[in-house]
Nanobody, 123 residues
Framework: QVQLVESGGGLVQAGGSLRLSCAAS????????MGWLRQAPGKEREFVAA????????VYADSVKGRFTISRDNGKNTVYLQMNSLIPEDTAVYYC????????????????WGQGTQVTVSS
């Protein structure tokens, strides 16, 4: 049984920081990339960042570049999303997901999803 469990969400003021964690269990993810995506109220789910398990190569959406950092701990099978300089527009449910192939922006390219964690940024 594959499981992805996110944690670390919460309420923060604009300009603040949060670190999200995604613990993976149940299978070996070394051949996958891991992504963070988010869904704001009334909006479609969108790509935020991704990382390869093996080499740690990262990709970011333009909207978070320079503010968010994705990283992973292979020994703990955990992926992190460090979010700095948060703005109200970052308010969303954040999901981690295992990316199999194709574009990071294509939601159908993700094979496994976590349950999501809420991030709320107040102005």
């Amino acid at each position: 049984q594959v499981q992805l469990v996110e944690s670390g969400g919460g309420l923060v003021q604009a300009g603040g920081s949060l670190r999200l964690s995604c613990a993976a269990s149940g299978r070996t993810f070394s051949s996958y990339r891991m992504g963070w995506l988010r869904q704001a109220p009334g909006k479609e789910r969108e790509f935020v960042a991704a990382i390869t398990w093996s080499l740690g190569i990262t990709v970011y959406a333009d909207s978070v570049k320079g503010r968010f950092t994705i990283s992973r701990d292979n020994g703990k099978n955990t992926v992190y999303l460090q979010m700095n300089s948060l703005i109200p527009e970052d308010t969303a449910v954040y999901y981690c997901a295992a990316h199999a192939s194709g574009s990071y922006y294509d939601l159908s390219s993700y094979s496994c999803w976590g349950q999501g964690t809420q991030v709320t940024v107040s102005s």
